[in-house]
């Protein structure tokens, strides 16, 4: 019985696989004393579009730096997705790893939908060339009958892998469902089959003890479960369990203070674990995904994160889709009656619009003196801001969600508040001086007509960029834009709003002042204009 420990590589998607080394090598010294028989790093990514932390790259070189006890079999992961993006797999796989016996790297495991799988062939080949041992994965088994389970075992032993392995994305399996699955895995491969299983509904535990007795001979595990929304089987768990069993050499011991200090400390900050939304996805076979992006925004109450789930089940979300996601919290496209006026409102200035990010709250002081200095027309995103509000032109607020937990602040400002007056209304929300404006949220669109704003997305940044457009802005620019990365919907979002604005607005320049992981323009706010 095999235990594969993937901390580092499923642990990465909460902090960009961004680990201290000093935690890197105390990790894989205490997994080796723990005798546990193979860990992966990490991916082996074929993409750098961004910043990653190491292991998102888990790079030879990097590796040789960690001193790797010889015991310890070590693995990377790859995602066919970004295999059969490139241009030629084998040129691919060429560029990314060397030969085995350059290598500390046994094992390279291929993650793939099943439409992909039969894709594959040039890369394995290529990697059964260079040495490596092969496991192929095959994501969201729950929504794949058994007879597809066995040809995928088939056609991964036409390949010659060492492993087939078997992966509950969205968490919805039970222990019941683990017999039928593995034999129907079995009866394609042989003997040599494993399983990832998630812990959306606190089953994983069970469901990998299942899964072993009814054959998996090799099963992933991760310290405190850490591990991409409701995260998987906890390593330290699983190894007394088998080791009760009589069916692990492995030892908890040398993990304690890993699993009690830094990862417990790592869940309090990012808080991987099963919950009653996880529960929920699961049962409903929704993507894990979405679940993650509506608890870390707070703009959205429970119940809504509860209905905008049952929506996504009824439309069908297997996939991650931002625009899907938009639409399942509000039902239907947002649309707030309201008025036109803004024509003369800032014409031939600069406007600055004003963002809450943390550069935005950690320049303050260098923000306030560029407002003094340059004299621009300044937009607030929403009622609370990181600078002197004497400061600020107008506050911008098209949000339900957001204009209801800033009711009391917006009442007492003094600036001008632009917002569609159906929306004040609803919320009841009277505010001292007000611009009506209305807006209505349209895929792919951001322009002004004569209904007012059309936005992509709904966020008051495409408001406000909208209005200060056709308000006939000199320039915009923009501070506490920070961003986030490119695989959160809160980055996609703005990033897609930034792009139709330049499409609809292409003579007006857009420039952040403060630092910006965004495709946009950017100059420092010392820099003198």
Known sequence: MLILDCTLRDGGYYNDWDYSFDLVKRYVDAMAAAKIDIVELGFRTLQSTQYLGATAYTTDSFIERLTIPQSLRLAVMLNAKELLAAADQRTAIRSTFARRANSQVSMVRIAANRNEVALLGPAIEELHELGYEVALNLMQISEIALEHITAFGQQAKSFDVAY??????FGSLRPVNLPPIMRALGDGFGTAIGCHLHDNMSYAL??????IDAGAVIVDSTIQGMGRGPGNVRTEYLVMELARRGQTQAVVQPLVNLVEQEFAEMKKTYGWGSSLYYFQSANLSVHPTYVMELTKDDRYSPSEIVTALDRLNERGATSFDVRRLTEAVHGEPLRFAGGTNVDDWCTARDVLLVANGPEAHA???EIE????????FVIGLNAHLPIDMSLVDAVAVCHPERAMLDA??????????????????SLGITVQRHRDVGYRVQGSTLAFDDEGVVIPHPIVAGYALSIAGRGQAKHIFLVGFDGFNDM???????QETLDQFTTSFGSLPVTALTKSSYRVHQRSLFAPL
């Open 164 to 169: 087939a392995y078997i992966a509950d994305s």
């Open 206 to 211: 069970a469901n990998t003890i299942e899964a």
């Open 363 to 365: 320049k303050k002081s």
């Open 369 to 376: 003196m560029f407002i003094r200095q340059h004299q621009p």
């Open 408 to 425: 009391t602040a917006l009442g007492a400002l003094t600036c001008e508040v632009v917002a569609p007056q159906q929306l004040l209304t």
């Open 488 to 494: 959160d919907v809160r980055h996609v979002m703005m």
